[in-house]
């Protein structure tokens, strides 16, 4: 993974006028790179690409959970209740086909990878419920921004997923402390020297698109002479406006 303030910086180095200009700020320029990033990313996995790639996906070592009747995600009446994450997850990127997610994973005792949980929806297991069948298998799903598990005993899960947003601190590093030894560092860190998720094939591409981007909307091209004959074929500083002026 690239960091973020590295790519901001290799963004401004692409055309003098945004290395000179303090006006663009390196957050207004990562958030242009992050739009591009899930534009490409979008494309390529609708395509059916990087799903098994390393670069692309944040990893939540210990996702916190809690146990909640099944009722709460749905109208199914019954006594059954499931597993939910304690706090709301950032957005997760969604292609054509499902969430962009690696995998969810129930932890081990010595901290790892366990049982792999299999993606389904809540009507699919809404009608396996309804079925006699012995239900061993245990599934996971993504409702109102929660990630749900049919396993009402697991305590926490790894998450692993592309997130449109960065994860909040409550809930990448849980008071449990079960993910990692968590340092003063970890926790101020600025989000300019985070890693940022973005494969390597696709990183002069984000680039250049975020470079079009930004001289397109903070500056415009006048291509004809003024009266006073001077030649104005050259960018100007086309600012947004912050706020109404009074003559």
């Known amino acids: 993974m690239a960091i973020a303030r590295k790519l901001v910086s290799d963004v401004r180095s692409l055309h003098k006028m945004l290395s000179t200009d303090n006006f663009i700020n390196d957050r207004v320029i990562l958030s242009e790179i992050r739009n591009n990033t899930l534009l490409l990313v979008k494309r390529e996995t609708n395509l059916r690409k990087l799903w098994s790639t390393d670069t692309l996906y944040t990893t939540i070592p210990c996702l916190e959970l809690i146990e909640v009747p099944i009722s ?13 994450s304690k706090y709301k997850l950032p957005r997760i990127s969604e292609g054509n086909y499902q969430y962009v997610i690696q995998g969810v994973y129930s932890i081990n005792a010595m901290g790892g990878n366990g049982k792999k949980l299999k993606e389904i929806t809540i009507n699919r297991y809404i009608n396996l419920l309804k079925l006699p069948l012995i239900k061993k298998e245990e599934y996971f799903w993504i409702s109102n921004d929660y990630l749900y598990i049919t396993n009402s005993l697991l305590q926490a899960v790894r998450l692993v997923a592309f997130f449109e947003e960065d994860v909040p601190n409550e809930v990448m590093y849980p008071e449990c402390g079960c993910g990692k030894n968590v340092t003063d560092e970890d926790w101020c860190k600025n989000p300019l020297d985070k890693e940022f998720a973005l494969p390597g094939y696709l990183v002069q591409q984000v680039l250049v698109l ?6 397109s909307t903070y500056y415009r091209l006048k291509t004809d002479v003024n009266q ?11 600012y947004p406006s912050r706020g109404t002026t009074t003559a």
Do not use: M
């Open 72 to 84: 709460e995600c749905c109208n199914y009446v019954d006594n059954c209740n499931i597993a939910r």
């Open 210 to 215: 975020t470079s079009q981007k930004l001289l």
């Open 228 to 238: 006073n004959g001077i030649d104005e074929n050259q960018p100007i500083p086309s």
